[in-house]
C-alpha cells in the first residue's frame, strides 16, 4: 500500500528554522517527482516547492532563497529545510507524489495524485 508519511513540523519563532521529511513507501521512489504544498486555513492549497527523480528543482516566489527541497532516493524520503520562518509561513504542509515518472518540477497540484496526510508548521511572531 503506497503511503507519504510527513514530520517535522512544529512551532517555531519568526526568523528560526524546521525541517521537514517526507517518508515514502508501497512504491518505487526513484522515478517519481516529489512536490510540497501547504494549506493555511482559510485558503487555498498552494504550492511550496518541487523536485524531479534526477534532482532539478522549482519553487513558489514565497519559498525561493529560503526554503530547499531535496531527496534521498536510497532512503526514499523527501525534504524541505525551510530558513528565515515569517508568521506567513504558518500552514499545513503536504508532500505529494507526480502522477507521472519521469515528470518535470511541475507547481500544479493536478500534476500529484498521492499525497501525504500533512504536517502543521506554525510560526510566531
Known amino acids: 500500500q503506497m503511503q507519504l508519511v510527513e514530520s517535522g513540523g512544529g512551532l517555531v519563532q519568526a526568523g528560526g528554522s524546521l525541517r521537514l521529511s517526507c517518508a515514502a513507501s508501497?512504491?518505487?521512489?526513484?522515478?517519481?517527482?516529489m512536490g510540497w504544498f501547504r494549506q493555511a486555513p482559510g485558503k487555498e492549497r498552494e504550492f511550496v516547492a518541487a523536485i524531479t527523480w534526477n534532482g532539478y528543482t522549482n519553487y513558489a516566489d514565497v519559498a525561493e532563497g529560503r526554503f530547499t527541497i531535496s531527496r534521498d532516493n536510497a532512503k526514499k524520503t523527501l525534504y524541505l529545510q525551510m530558513n528565515s520562518l515569517e508568521p506567513q509561513d504558518t500552514a499545513v504542509y503536504y508532500c505529494a507524489r507526480s502522477f507521472a515518472t519521469y515528470s518535470s518540477a511541475s507547481g500544479l497540484t493536478a500534476r500529484y495524485d498521492q499525497w501525504g496526510q500533512g504536517t502543521q508548521v506554525t510560526v510566531s511572531s
Open positions: 508501497g512504491y518505487f521512489f526513484t522515478p517519481y517527482g
